[in-house]
């Protein structure tokens, strides 16, 4: 058994095989093809990019359903009445999430997004002083990440080009963590990576790049964007001072769905650098006072309120989540994966394709990445034969 804490067992090789036959029968033997049901799916598509954005549920759209009934029935009312009153949406759902990322129910909030949650947490945990000025994040991170990155090196009145240090890849695909953790040098102030790369779907060693920056004195997060739903994470007890995500991608939350960040415990009480009402102690937040006191917990890191009615889809694709399993989704990820990785090889890699994902059942996420030259017309030529891919350019 092989395990960096986010991945789960690597066992012996299972016994694929080409034909259809072999791929009925997998699906006879899957625990969990009593879901794909729930889902809306079309008749004539083969729905590949569900690491971009998750396809809907029925569990999704009857939660949406209730919401939007609440908002009928009791409009202002619905924020303390109704079933499931909307001024603690995002504590609760926070708490539902908590258990796919390995935290306790206080240190997670929904709200924001990827992007604004990033800008919230790194204004709060990049405290420049002395010789640690520079933010360390890497070459291979979604494009976002880096802008807002730049900017909240700009914002301290660094430049980006001394102050935000960017790892390189070896190959242009994945990232060596030996790199990563010999970039943490004393100037460093910040780490912020993902845990997933989104292009490859290389896996990082979480656990292992968390420990090194916490043994030299440096706050690190992380961008769960592309593992949330797709991989455990044991955020809290691996020690990560915060992270965040989104919730359209492996959670199935719908388009432009809220966010998510993780803020651990030893960090309860610090005061949220971009402060709102929201983050304001849930008790007293309808004071109106003029002295912000903030939430005991995550929460304090929200700012405006919520999007309650798209927000409301995370209701019935967590509970889904939770009666599947993750640990069960996760090995079938796995295996589908494995699955498809074989079948490259076996029948596309004589036309010159190739798997840009590590093979290693913990280095990687929920995605395969295959690549070709003529990568671009490939995915058009799919996507009019009714197979959806995800695209990404190789830099
Ligand atoms: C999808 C993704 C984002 C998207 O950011 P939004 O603010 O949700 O638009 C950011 N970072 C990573 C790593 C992603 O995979």
């Given at each position: 058994m092989t395990t960096n804490g986010l991945g789960t067992t690597e066992g012996s090789a299972p016994p694929y095989a080409l034909g259809p036959d072999h791929a009925a029968d997998r699906d006879r033997a899957d625990p969990l093809a009593r879901f794909r049901e729930r889902f809306y799916t079309q008749p004539d598509r083969i729905y590949l990019d569900g690491n971009s954005l998750g396809l809907a549920s029925r569990d999704a759209e009857a939660a949406v359903l209730a919401a939007l009934d609440d908002w009928k029935r009791f409009g202002i009312d619905g924020w303390l009445?109704?079933?499931?009153?909307?001024?603690y949406l995002a504590e609760e759902l926070g708490a539902l999430e908590a258990e796919l990322v390995g935290a306790?129910?206080?240190e997670l909030v929904v709200t924001g997004s990827t992007t604004v949650n990033l800008h919230s947490l790194v204004s709060t945990f990049y405290r420049p002083s002395g010789a640690r000025t520079r933010i360390l994040a890497d070459e291979l991170t979604f494009p976002s990440d880096v802008y807002a990155l730049a900017s909240q090196v700009r914002l301290r009145g660094y430049h980006p080009d001394e102050h935000l240090v960017l790892v390189r890849s070896r190959d242009g695909r994945t990232l060596d963590e030996s790199d990563v953790v010999e970039a943490m040098t004393d100037e460093i102030a910040l780490v912020v990576l993902p845990t997933v790369l989104y292009r490859s779907g290389q896996l990082l060693d979480v656990e292992r790049v968390t420990r090194a920056a916490r043994e030299r004195g440096i706050p690190i997060g992380w961008d769960c964007a592309h593992s949330v739903g797709a991989v455990p994470h044991r955020l809290h007890e691996w020690g990560v001072d915060f992270a965040f995500w989104c919730t359209y991608k492996y959670l199935n939350g719908g388009p432009g769905a809220v966010g998510s960040l993780f803020v651990h415990e030893?960090?309860?009480?610090t005061m949220p650098a971009l402060a709102g009402w929201w983050g304001h102690h849930k008790d007293r937040q309808f004071d109106m006072t003029l002295d912000f006191e903030p939430a005991p917990g995550a929460g304090a890191w929200q700012i405006g309120t919520p999007p309650v009615l798209g927000a409301a889809a995370l209701y019935g694709s967590l509970a889904m989540f939770r009666e599947a399993g993750l640990e069960r989704v996760r090995a079938k990820s796995l295996d589908q994966t494995g699955y498809l990785m074989y079948l490259i090889d076996e029948l596309l890699s004589p036309l010159g394709f190739a798997v840009g994902t590590p093979r290693e059942a913990w280095r990687r996420g929920g995605h395969v990445a295959l690549e070709h030259p003529d990568a671009v017309r490939i995915a058009r030529a799919l996507k009019q034969r009714g197979a959806i891919p995800d695209f990404g350019r190789q830099t």
């Amino acid at each position: 058994m092989t395990t960096n804490g986010l991945g789960t067992t690597e066992g012996s090789a299972p016994p694929y095989a080409l034909g259809p036959d072999h791929a009925a029968d997998r699906d006879r033997a899957d625990p969990l093809a009593r879901f794909r049901e729930r889902f809306y799916t079309q008749p004539d598509r083969i729905y590949l990019d569900g690491n971009s954005l998750g396809l809907a549920s029925r569990d999704a759209e009857a939660a949406v359903l209730a919401a939007l009934d609440d908002w009928k029935r009791f409009g202002i009312d619905g924020w303390l009445g109704g079933e499931r009153p909307w001024f603690y949406l995002a504590e609760e759902l926070g708490a539902l999430e908590a258990e796919l990322v390995g935290a306790s129910p206080d240190e997670l909030v929904v709200t924001g997004s990827t992007t604004v949650n990033l800008h919230s947490l790194v204004s709060t945990f990049y405290r420049p002083s002395g010789a640690r000025t520079r933010i360390l994040a890497d070459e291979l991170t979604f494009p976002s990440d880096v802008y807002a990155l730049a900017s909240q090196v700009r914002l301290r009145g660094y430049h980006p080009d001394e102050h935000l240090v960017l790892v390189r890849s070896r190959d242009g695909r994945t990232l060596d963590e030996s790199d990563v953790v010999e970039a943490m040098t004393d100037e460093i102030a910040l780490v912020v990576l993902p845990t997933v790369l989104y292009r490859s779907g290389q896996l990082l060693d979480v656990e292992r790049v968390t420990r090194a920056a916490r043994e030299r004195g440096i706050p690190i997060g992380w961008d769960c964007a592309h593992s949330v739903g797709a991989v455990p994470h044991r955020l809290h007890e691996w020690g990560v001072d915060f992270a965040f995500w989104c919730t359209y991608k492996y959670l199935n939350g719908g388009p432009g769905a809220v966010g998510s960040l993780f803020v651990h415990e030893r960090h309860f009480g610090t005061m949220p650098a971009l402060a709102g009402w929201w983050g304001h102690h849930k008790d007293r937040q309808f004071d109106m006072t003029l002295d912000f006191e903030p939430a005991p917990g995550a929460g304090a890191w929200q700012i405006g309120t919520p999007p309650v009615l798209g927000a409301a889809a995370l209701y019935g694709s967590l509970a889904m989540f939770r009666e599947a399993g993750l640990e069960r989704v996760r090995a079938k990820s796995l295996d589908q994966t494995g699955y498809l990785m074989y079948l490259i090889d076996e029948l596309l890699s004589p036309l010159g394709f190739a798997v840009g994902t590590p093979r290693e059942a913990w280095r990687r996420g929920g995605h395969v990445a295959l690549e070709h030259p003529d990568a671009v017309r490939i995915a058009r030529a799919l996507k009019q034969r009714g197979a959806i891919p995800d695209f990404g350019r190789q830099t």
